[in-house]
């Protein structure tokens, strides 16, 4: 079975400081790959998406990950965070094809102080 | 469009009692899930269904029960809830056939069990 692992469970930052996290994952198919975030008292929402082409993915907020397949990660970043990124972040994985049913790493809660 | 709604979004039960959360939504969609947060563990799935009449256990399906009488409703029912059981539920929809399978959340329901 496919697992996905978040190293960062708890990230305090100040604002304008660069973020990445780290999201490594096992299965080694096609796989689709995600990271989804959760502002205070929300639900979750897609922040990026990777299932094909360039392995560096550009998605909402100026957040961006790279996918690297020899290394199994999809590590998110962003070159400067401000207090309203201050979210759980949780890195997803699907296999590209069957079931696809989607694993979600543990998360890690970001905390940007101003 | 209101995209996922559960209800309720809060509730206390008893050690012993039953409830149901519903899940509703209107975007078509034919793949539908159900998954509990809790703290340090991620989401992780409790179970699916692909479609009217199919339904399938996920990570952890023990002490729920589903079915899917309709495309737009996915209700998860506790037979005898126990403490265990206190989490915070999602209800999530997809395309059946997308490309990547991103999922669309609910805003969650909040189960505390006495």
């Known amino acids: 079975a496919q697992s996905v692992s978040q190293h960062n469970h708890h990230v305090i930052l100040s604002e304008a400081a660069s973020l990445e996290l780290g999201c490594n994952y096992s299965?080694?198919?096609?796989?689709?790959l995600f990271w989804y975030v959760q502002y205070p008292g929300q639900h979750l929402q897609l922040l990026l998406k990777y299932f094909s082409g360039d392995p560096l993915v550009k998605g909402i907020k100026g957040f961006e990950a790279e996918f690297i397949k020899s290394k199994f990660s999809f590590n998110l970043r962003k070159p400067s965070v401000q207090w309203s990124d201050t979210a759980e972040y949780f890195c997803a994985v699907n296999q590209g094809t069957g079931r696809r049913a989607l694993t979600f790493g543990s998360g890690t809660r970001l905390q940007v102080q101003p | 469009n209101a995209g996922v709604t559960q209800t309720p979004k809060f509730q206390v039960l008893k050690t012993g009692q039953s409830m149901t959360l519903q899940c509703a939504q209107d975007?078509?969609?034919?793949?539908m899930s159900w998954y509990r947060q809790d703290p340090g563990m991620g989401l992780r799935l409790i179970h699916y269904s692909v479609g009217a009449g199919i339904t399938d256990q996920g990570e952890v399906p023990n002490g729920y029960n589903v079915s899917r009488s309709t495309t737009e409703d996915f209700p998860l029912r506790l037979l005898s809830a126990a403490p265990s059981q206190t989490s915070v539920y999602f209800c999530?929809?997809?395309?059946?056939?997308?490309?990547?399978?991103?999922?669309?959340f609910g805003e969650g329901s909040r189960l505390t069990v006495l």
């Open positions: 299965y080694g198919g096609t796989v689709n």
């Open positions: 999530a929809s997809r395309e059946r056939q997308a490309v990547s399978g991103e999922l669309f």
């Open positions: 975007m078509n969609h034919e793949y």
